[in-house]
């Protein structure tokens, strides 16, 4: 799996590594699926602080087109973590969902006289 990694903030692009290790962490059980991975920081409203640290993951799907998953957070981290979770559960129910379908055409069409 790629993993490209966008920063123009120091503090986040210090988290390069951490951020391309998450990833591939993450997304273990899915790569098949996954080819590509784009992951965007940046601080939304600059040195003011509060809960501005902004994640944005994109996941380049083989079958499903892009997925595209963003969070807010109050450090750098928290917002990686929420938003690859919800990637991950976005990709689960992707997947499952196809392959139900799947499941049930195959059931329809086999049970057909």
């Given amino acids: 799996m790629q993993v490209l990694f966008k920063s123009r903030h120091p503090e986040a692009t210090d988290l390069r590594d951490l951020t391309e290790q998450r990833v591939r962490f993450v997304l273990r059980r899915l790569v ?13 409203n600059g040195p003011r602080g509060g809960i501005d640290k902004r994640c944005q993951v994109e996941l380049r799907t083989d079958g499903a087109g ?6 807010v957070a109050g450090d750098w981290r928290t917002a990686l973590e929420n938003a690859l979770a919800r990637a991950a559960r976005f990709l689960m129910r992707l997947w499952r969902r196809g392959d139900d379908s799947r499941r049930l055409r195959q059931r329809f069409i086999s049970h057909e006289p």
């Avoid at 098949?32 to 939304?44: G, I, N």
């Avoid at 892009?66 to 969070?71: D, H, L, T």
């Fill in 32 to 44: 098949w699926l996954v080819p590509r991975a784009e992951v965007q920081m940046s601080d939304v």
């Fill in 66 to 71: 892009s997925v595209v998953v963003s969070s």
